[in-house]
């Protein structure tokens, strides 16, 4: 089965740039989560949907920062502008409804985003 | 408020020694309790977890026991190898909510 599946890697762009960051859920998965992993703060939960919808951005930084969820198979996480301070890796991550609150978030492998 | 405290690293240890990372938590709800762990350049993938007080989690050798009395979950392995070095995450979720909360993470690195 296909794991979370996050585009790009990795991206280096400057400051002021538009970046956008992309998720692929698991196929079947209704709730999608955006964490943000530094060495200073670790990982925080930027916003999570279910069922597309958004549930709770409290987390999203600042208004530079949007995310949407199309449809079930896909979400952009967007900077715009892009701050060097942003530099961070980005996880998505999914899980089912359904499995009580034992259900475990099933990560992507990250998106490692420089700002020069 | 949720959060989850764990020991500060960086953690180095020799191969086969015993390793334990300290974990202890805040819950308004009861909370599931969850150990994930991040190979380097890789995404949190779950090592093991605890739904309940006395459950005990267990995965490739390593082992943690749900203790509400003193509300921890403390990771154990009892001879630890090379492949082992990763970042460990305790995390917790409640009842109430879907957020998980994350500990800071904890830098293990195993030696020859």
């Known amino acids: 089965d296909a794991g979370v599946i996050q585009s790009p890697r990795h991206e280096v762009t400057e400051m002021g740039q538009e970046v956008t960051l992309r998720c692929k859920p698991i196929?079947?998965?209704?709730?999608l989560f955006w964490y943000r992993q530094t060495m200073m703060r670790g990982l925080e939960l930027l916003i999570y949907f279910n069922n597309n919808v958004p549930i709770d951005d409290s987390g999203m930084p600042e208004d530079r920062f949007s995310a949407k969820m199309p449809n079930a198979s896909f979400s952009t996480l967007k900077i715009q502008p892009s701050e060097p301070r942003d530099s961070a890796v980005y996880f998505c991550a999914s899980r089912p409804s359904g499995q009580g609150y034992g259900g475990e978030l099933f990560f992507g492998e990250g998106s490692r985003l420089t700002v020069l | 408020g949720n959060s989850v405290t764990q020991m500060e690293g960086p953690v180095t240890l020799s191969e086969e020694a015993f390793l334990t990372i300290n974990c202890t938590y805040t819950?308004?709800?009861?909370?599931?309790l969850f150990w994930y762990v991040q190979y380097p350049g890789e995404g949190l993938q779950l090592l093991l977890k605890?739904?309940?007080?006395?459950d005990k989690g267990s995965n490739k050798g390593f082992e943690a026991t749900y203790r509400k009395e003193t509300t921890s979950f403390h990771l154990e392995k009892g001879s630890v190898q090379v492949s082992d070095s990763a970042v460990y995450f305790c995390a917790l979720r409640v009842n109430t909510g879907n957020q998980f909360y994350f500990g800071t993470g904890t830098s293990l690195t195993v030696i020859p």
């Open positions: 819950a308004t709800g009861y909370p599931s």
């Open positions: 196929s079947g998965h209704d709730y």
């Open positions: 605890a739904t309940k007080a006395d």
